[in-house]
T-cell receptor, first 115, second 111 residues
Framework: DTAVSQTPKYLVTQMGNDKSIKCEQN?????MYWYKQDSKKFLKIMFS???????INETVPNRFSPKSPDKAHLNLHINSLELGDSAVYFC??????????????FGPGTRLTVT | KQEVTQIPAALSVPEGENLVLNCSFT??????LQWFRQDPGKGLTSLLL?????REQTSGRLNASLDKSSGRSTLYIAASQPGDSATYLC??????????FGTGTRLQVFP
């Protein structure tokens, strides 16, 4: 069984479009995250949610809007896509936030290419 | 601002060698340190989590140590195998639960 899943795996789209990436975890975790891995393979956190509530928002443009319909899902919607948004986006989850006592489990990633 | 650095950036070794990957961080006020591996085109797999009160963790052929006061961690891989070839990432967590990642070490183990 897949613990953290993301769809789609690949996404190719044109500048200016709006797109969404979906994430689901079946681990029963309370906290979910979005990370971005740029072309140099550097991973950086974007958002975290605990039980549908936003906890971390790391200076991400307003064009990025996470949505958590329930604690098992955290979707990422991106408006007006730009070339610089091309990256691999990873979803992750952990048992609970705060203190970092729990491992974070990552999804397989979504490779977004903006042309 | 926390910065995490990994040395070396790349490493190529023959099968069977024992090897050490290094991770250093600038702010010692961490809650835990986590080692991951990333295979090409794939997600991250958690290898070991060391909490700030711990000195080391072991899993199979992997051993990770943590010296919080000096801002260092090492990942020791015993008897390396070609299947160990991947990029290894360390990440530290502060009290906000953010994971701050290092730059990664790309490991190749050849037969």
């Amino acid at each position: 069984d897949t613990a953290v899943s993301q769809t789609p795996k690949y996404l190719v789209t044109q500048m200016g479009n709006d797109k969404s990436i979906k994430c689901e975890q079946n681990l029963g975790h309370d906290t979910m995250y979005w990370y971005k891995q740029d072309s140099k393979k550097f991973l950086k956190i974007m958002f975290s949610y605990n039980n549908k509530e936003l906890i971390i928002n790391e200076t991400v443009p307003n064009r990025f809007s996470p949505k958590s319909p329930d604690k098992a899902h955290l979707n990422l919607h991106i408006n007006s896509l730009e070339l610089g948004d091309s990256a691999v986006y990873f979803c992750a989850s952990s048992q609970e936030p705060g203190g970092g006592n729990y491992e974070q489990y990552f999804g397989p990633g979504t490779r977004l290419t903006v042309t | 601002k926390q910065e995490v650095t990994q040395i070396p950036a790349a490493l190529s070794v023959p099968e069977g060698e024992n090897l050490v990957l290094n991770c250093s961080f600038t702010d010692s006020a961490i809650y835990n340190l986590q080692w991951f591996r990333q295979d090409p085109g794939k997600g991250l797999t958690s290898l070991l989590l060391i909490q700030s009160s711990q000195r080391e963790q072991t899993s199979g052929r992997l051993n990770a140590s943590l010296d919080k006061s000096s801002g260092r961690s090492t990942l020791y891989i015993a008897a390396s195998q070609p299947g160990d070839s991947a990029t290894y990432l360390c990440a530290v967590s502060d009290n906000t639960d953010k994971l701050i990642f290092g730059t990664g070490t790309r490991l190749q183990v050849f037969p």
